[in-house]
C-alpha cells in the first residue's frame, strides 16, 4: 500500500509555497519603498488557490524533462499570472505606490499565515507518521 502525499497533505504543501513566495513579494515592495517610480505588487491568494483546486479536479499536467540536463520546475505555476500591481490609496509625487506601513502590515500577516500553514502542515505529518507506526 502506498501514500499518496498530494491526498494526504492536501494543499497546504501549495499553500506554505505561495506564502513563502508572497513574502518575497511583499519584502521586495518594502525595500523599494523610496525608489521612484516603483509599482508595489502582491500576489492573490484566492486565485492561486482557485488555480490549484482547478487543477486537483482536472488532473496535473505532468511536466516531462526531455534532457537530463535540465532543470526541474518547481514553485508555484500559476504565480506570475497571479502577481498584480498594487492600487495606491496616496498618490505619491514620485509616482511610486508603495506604502510601508501597509506593506509592513501585509508582510506580517502573511507570515502569521505561514506559520499556520506551518502548524497544520506539521500535524498532518505526525498523523501519517503515527499511521505508520500503527499508533
Known sequence: MSINF??????????????????EVLANNITNADTP????????????????????????VALTRTNGRHIEAEGLSGA??????RIPTQPSIDQNTVDAQMEQSNYAQNA??????????????KGLVSALRGE
Not at 509599482?39 to 488555480?51: E, G, Q, T, Y
Not at 506570475?80 to 500591481?85: G, I, T
Request: aromatic letters at 12%; glycine letters at 4%; zero cysteines.
Open 37 to 60: 517610480n516603483y509599482k508595489a505588487r502582491d500576489l492573490d491568494f484566492s486565485a492561486v488557490l482557485a488555480a490549484e483546486a482547478q487543477k486537483q479536479d482536472n488532473g496535473r
Open 80 to 85: 506570475d499570472e497571479a502577481l498584480m500591481y
Open 112 to 125: 502569521l499565515d505561514f506559520q499556520a500553514s506551518f502548524t497544520l502542515l506539521n500535524s498532518k505529518f
Open 6 to 23: 498530494d491526498k494526504a497533505l492536501g494543499i497546504h504543501q501549495q499553500a506554505m509555497n505561495f506564502r513563502a513566495q508572497r513574502a
